[in-house]
C-alpha cells in the first residue's frame, strides 16, 4: 500500500472548518483513501473513504485531487469532541488497514 | 452499525501471569479479526491476523508463543498474553471485517493492560 504524509498536529476553533490534508503521491489506480479518527483511549473509528470523486457523509467530507497524490478530509463545524489523531490511510481493496502516524487535532473553544 | 466489543476493557495482572481478552462481533459474523497493540503516543500496529478456524498469522517480531489467538467461531476471537511482563503493558486493539459490510473493518474499544 501506498505511504501517505499527514502533518503531525493541527489546531482549529470550535465551530469553524477543520481541513486535514494529506499526501499520498505514490498511490495507485486502484487504491482507496481511508480516513480514520482515534479519540484518546478509544478503537479508531471510521469517518469516510473514497476513490476519485468527493465524498460527503453526516461526519466529513473527502476531497480528493484530479491527480489522486493529495486528499483532504474536511469537518466542517469543528466541536470539542472531534479532538482525537486523525489517521489518512491507503488501501487496495480490502487489504488490512496500516496505520501511520496521522495528524493530531486539537479544536479549542 | 456494525458493533465490535472487548473484554476486558481494562486490566491489570502481575508480572509472570497469563492474561486473556476477547473480541466480539455483536451484529454481524465476522471471518477475519485483526489484533493491533498500541503503546503510549504511538501508532497502532497490526500484531496478528485471525482466520475463524484456522490458526492465527503473525507479524513479523511478534511472538506466536507469547500472544496465542483463538478465533473459533464467526463472532468470537481472544488474545492470551502469556507469562505477561511489564513491556508487554499496552493498549490492544481488535478489528472485525464484516462480509455483508463490504469487508470494511470494525474496532473495538480496546483493552488496557497493566502489568506490575
Known amino acids: 500500500d501506498a505511504k501517505t504524509t499527514q502533518p503531525t498536529s493541527m489546531d482549529c476553533a470550535e465551530g469553524r472548518a477543520a481541513n486535514l490534508p494529506c499526501n499520498h503521491s505514490t498511490i495507485s489506480g486502484n487504491e482507496y483513501v481511508y480516513w480514520y479518527r482515534q479519540i484518546h483511549s478509544q478503537g479508531p473509528q471510521y469517518i469516510i473513504h473514497?476513490?476519485?470523486n468527493n465524498e460527503t457523509n453526516e461526519m466529513a467530507s473527502l476531497i480528493i485531487t484530479e491527480d489522486r497524490k493529495s486528499s483532504t478530509l474536511i469537518l466542517p463545524h469543528a466541536t470539542l469532541r472531534d479532538t482525537a489523531v486523525y489517521y489518512c490511510i491507503v488501501r487496495v481493496g480490502y487489504s488490512t488497514l496500516t496505520f501511520g502516524k496521522g495528524t493530531m487535532l486539537l479544536v479549542s473553544p | 452499525g456494525a458493533v465490535v466489543s472487548q473484554h476486558p476493557s481494562w486490566v491489570i495482572c502481575k508480572s509472570g501471569t497469563s492474561v486473556k481478552i476477547e473480541c466480539r462481533s455483536l451484529?454481524?459474523?465476522?471471518?477475519?479479526m485483526f489484533w493491533y497493540r498500541q503503546f503510549p503516543k504511538q501508532s497502532l500496529m497490526l500484531m496478528a491476523t485471525?482466520?475463524?478456524?484456522?490458526?492465527?498469522?503473525?507479524e513479523q517480531g511478534v511472538e506466536k508463543d507469547k500472544f496465542l489467538i483463538n478465533h473459533a467461531s464467526l463472532t468470537l476471537s481472544t488474545l492470551t498474553v502469556t507469562s505477561a511482563h511489564p513491556e508487554d503493558s499496552s493498549f490492544y486493539i481488535c478489528?472485525?471485517?464484516?462480509?455483508?459490510?463490504?469487508?470494511?473493518?470494525?474496532f473495538g474499544p480496546g483493552t488496557r493492560l497493566t502489568v506490575l
Open positions: 478489528s472485525a471485517v464484516s462480509l455483508a459490510g463490504g469487508y470494511e473493518q470494525f
Open positions: 485471525s482466520n475463524e478456524g484456522s490458526k492465527a498469522t503473525y
Open positions: 473514497g476513490l476519485k
Open positions: 451484529d454481524f459474523q465476522a471471518t477475519t
